[in-house]
Nanobody, 124 residues
């Protein structure tokens, strides 16, 4: 019911910056949380940052102080500003959307959707 689309990945040198955007489309009741995850080859998917409906944010330890998440859950958009990038930030970055819909006969139902991912490569 919700389509998630990411954009903004690419190749950047160490120390550089990159901006990722995520937009969601579809009819929802609300979006409690929008987040960025990443997965490097041979590693588990990990939380990068999330943005909750009340505006609060949360960051993974490895990116805190270097990455900034912002957005508007009501408008179904979240942005990840990445700075001071390191080679170990290289990964596929996925946008995750936690949303609720009104299901006839069931009331509010909570679901989630993932984007297809965008590659970020940090290399000289």
């Amino acid at each position: 019911q919700v389509q998630v689309e990411e954009s903004g990945g690419g190749l950047v040198q160490p120390g550089g910056s990159l901006r990722l955007s995520c937009t969601a489309s579809g009819n929802v009741f609300n979006i409690p949380n929008m987040a960025w995850y990443r997965q490097a080859p041979g590693k588990q998917r990990e939380l990068v940052a999330d943005h909750r409906i009340d505006g609060t944010t949360n960051y993974g330890d490895s990116v805190r102080g270097r990455f900034t998440i912002s957005g508007n859950n009501a408008q179904k958009v979240v942005i990840l500003e990445m700075s001071k990038l390191k080679p170990e930030d290289t990964a596929v970055y996925y946008c995750w959307v936690d949303f609720t819909i009104v299901q006839p006969g069931q009331g509010l139902v909570r679901l989630d959707s993932w984007g297809q991912g965008t590659q970020v490569t940090v290399s000289s």
